[in-house]
């Protein structure tokens, strides 16, 4: 298995253990409400790290996103509503269909073109 699938599935192991009775006791209370301001908060410092071209603080501030993404998906997962591997078959899904130049027979020519398609597939959807 690739090393970054080896990666992943132990980030979902922490999660599931951070959520789980003896786990973090704060880790368990949060709910998608609560983690609200954490996403905002860390969306900012990625774009702050991007601004300041700093690819260390970026490595980190992005993985910060990710624990956002795999925390919500943990919770999602509990309450019995989706999970992690939803989340990615669903973004796999979207990009695929959002890509027709790439995955169909769609022809483009400028950049332009692929953000007209994008937004006329993205409206329809």
């Known amino acids: 298995m690739k090393k970054y699938l ?3 599935e132990k980030l979902i192991g922490i ?12 880790d368990r209370e949060q709910t998608h409400k609560s983690l609200i301001k954490y996403l905002f908060s860390e969306s900012k410092e990625v774009k702050k790290a991007i601004d300041n071209n700093d690819m260390e603080n970026l490595k980190e501030e992005l993985g910060d996103i990710l624990l956002q993404v795999v925390f919500h998906s943990q919770i999602a997962k509990e309450n019995g509503e989706f999970s992690i591997s ?3 078959k669903t973004l796999n ?4 269909r959002r890509h027709p130049h790439v995955f169909g027979t769609c022809k483009v020519k400028t950049v332009k073109d692929v ?11």
Do not use: M
């Open 93 to 96: 899904q979207k990009l695929v």
């Open 86 to 88: 939803d989340v990615v």
């Open 6 to 8: 080896k990666e992943f």
């Open 115 to 125: 953000e007209r398609l994008w937004k006329e597939i993205k409206a329809k959807e």
């Open 15 to 26: 999660f599931e253990k951070l959520r789980s009775s003896n786990g973090c006791i704060w």
